[in-house]
């Protein structure tokens, strides 16, 4: 049986059958095997599977035959980040090409003008929750013939505070249409809208794609003052490979990519932080190989297509076991071998042991090497007076976690900011 038999056996059309042999995929992973002929038949279908097992695929072809060009906007799919609204519409152009159907994205962070423009010719729009409330406020978009609701990454626009914006978008749309959640994890919040939102929903599950034989996990209990020595040593021991370090803010991501470079190093940073523009150069330099050593915040960690990462480092430990796994799910894919290392410092003790109790986590522990302690270099003033403010609250460093009584007034803090500037900017400050 060819490739694209085994395709065909699932029910999907002659057209798009053709742009997935011309794309060399070799066979239907399992959330495709399991999912697809549900979406054809109209099913509502709640998805639970991992990041990069081939959601797009199964959306796009229960919806591309069943959308008449011109016809107005028949569908519309919700993503967590501006990235993921890239990598989806450009999926969905590829399979729906021989249909010619008009695909557009809208996030925030550039400017709403264009947007505006394309909308009035759209079939499918994919978007963030944040943009598309705001294009629905100003009256530039149309949801009134919308036949296919689709939630990409659901958990993960939850984590970041877009509840009240789904529901809102949800809530607009028409309730005769069909509706498609997928999900890393089903928590009571995802159960929540698929009860109030879905209609009958068929559950579907599919296993992780890392394969925990091929990934081998390990850590190092290493003070914040090593941290950045023992990460440049590593790098410059690996000849080979494809790389990505995970900081737990945008502040460390700059400081640390900063650094590196200084240190020989060539290395590029992206953050919700950063232009629109900055964000997908860096993306399309990582993807095509010109860069090999990846410093990203979470936004890395779900959804985007990044294929063939040899190593997770996590610079900073993650604040709880999902966002762990979430983070070492982009390697050991498809039969490759991965490897995950985890810096330990003073104050991730606790959050390290949440991660550790987790059974499909084994990690062994590495004994630090002899390493010559490389000095962190400022990359500006602010960093610098920022450096002298906090050496005056106890002399935090850089990379080393704040005790759990600062981390909740930090917390309290930065919520207030935001509440505060949400009056003023509504749910555009979310993208």
């Known amino acids: 049986m060819t490739n694209v038999e085994k395709f065909r056996q699932l029910g999907i059309s002659e057209g798009i059958l053709r742009v997935i042999a011309e794309m060399g995929f070799s066979e239907p992973s399992e959330i495709q095997q399991k999912t697809i002929p549900l979406v054809i038949a109209g099913k509502d279908v709640i998805g639970k599977s991992a990041t990069?097992?081939?959601?797009?695929?199964?959306?796009?072809?229960?919806?591309?035959?069943?959308?008449?060009?011109?016809?107005?906007?028949?569908?519309?799919?919700?993503?967590?980040?501006?990235?993921?609204?890239?990598?989806?519409?450009?999926?969905?152009?590829?399979?729906?090409?021989?249909?010619?159907?008009?695909?557009?994205?809208?996030?925030?962070?550039?400017?709403?003008?264009?947007?505006?423009?394309?909308?009035?010719?759209?079939?499918?729009?994919?978007?963030?929750?944040?943009?598309?409330?705001?294009?629905?406020?100003?009256?530039?978009?149309?949801?009134?013939?919308?036949?296919?609701?689709?939630?990409?990454?659901?958990?993960r626009m939850l984590d970041m505070g877009f509840i009240k914006a789904v529901e809102s978008i949800i809530k607009t749309c028409p309730k005769e249409r069909q509706t498609l959640l997928f999900s890393a994890t089903i928590s009571d919040e995802i159960s929540h809208i698929a009860n109030r939102h879905m209609i009958t929903p068929v559950k579907v599950s599919a296993n992780d794609q890392v394969d925990p034989s091929q990934l081998y996990q390990k850590y190092y209990d290493v003070s914040a003052d090593e941290k950045f020595s023992l990460l440049l040593h590593l790098l410059k021991l690996e000849k080979n490979g494809i790389v990505m370090v995970f900081c737990n803010t945008r502040r460390n991501v700059d400081k640390l990519a900063y650094n590196?470079?200084?240190?020989?190093?060539?290395?590029?940073?992206?953050?919700?932080?950063?232009s629109q523009n900055r964000r997908s150069d860096t993306l399309k330099a990582f993807h095509e190989r010109d860069t090999l050593v990846l410093i990203c915040t979470d936004i890395a960690a779900r959804g985007l297509d990044i294929k063939d990462v040899s190593h997770i480092y996590n610079f900073d430990i993650p604040s709880t076991p999902d966002e762990y796994i979430h983070r070492i799910g982009r390697t050991a894919r498809a039969g490759k071998?991965?490897?995950?290392?985890?810096?330990?410092?003073?104050?991730?003790?606790?959050?390290?042991?949440?991660?550790?109790?987790?059974?499909?986590?084994?990690?062994?522990?590495?004994?630090?090497?002899?390493?010559?302690?490389?000095?962190?270099?400022?990359?500006?003033?602010?960093?610098?007076?920022?450096?002298?403010?906090?050496?005056?609250?106890?002399g935090r460093k850089f990379g080393e976690r704040p005790s759990r009584g600062r981390r909740e007034g930090i917390r309290n803090n930065y919520h207030t900011i935001e509440n505060r500037r949400g009056n003023r900017r509504g749910f555009r400050r979310r993208n």
């Open 52 to 155: 990069g097992s081939g959601k797009t695929l199964v959306f796009s072809v229960g919806i591309i035959d069943k959308i008449k060009r011109g016809a107005g906007i028949s569908a519309i799919v919700l993503t967590p980040t501006r990235e993921l609204a890239e990598q989806v519409s450009v999926h969905i152009r590829k399979f729906s090409k021989n249909n010619r159907l008009n695909v557009i994205e809208i996030y925030g962070g550039v400017s709403i003008g264009p947007q505006i423009g394309h909308l009035r010719n759209a079939d499918i729009v994919v978007g963030t929750p944040g943009r598309i409330l705001d294009h629905l406020q100003r009256r530039t978009l149309n949801l009134s013939k919308v036949k296919f609701l689709i939630l990409d990454e659901a958990d």
């Open 337 to 394: 071998n991965g490897v995950a290392i985890s810096f330990v410092s003073s104050g991730d003790h606790t959050e390290f042991r949440q991660i550790c109790k987790e059974k499909s986590i084994n990690m062994d522990k590495e004994n630090v090497p002899n390493i010559k302690i490389i000095p962190i270099v400022f990359s500006s003033n602010t960093d610098r007076k920022m450096a002298r403010r906090s050496a005056g609250r106890g």
């Open 260 to 274: 590196l470079k200084e240190q020989g190093i060539h290395c590029m940073a992206i953050h919700g932080g950063l």
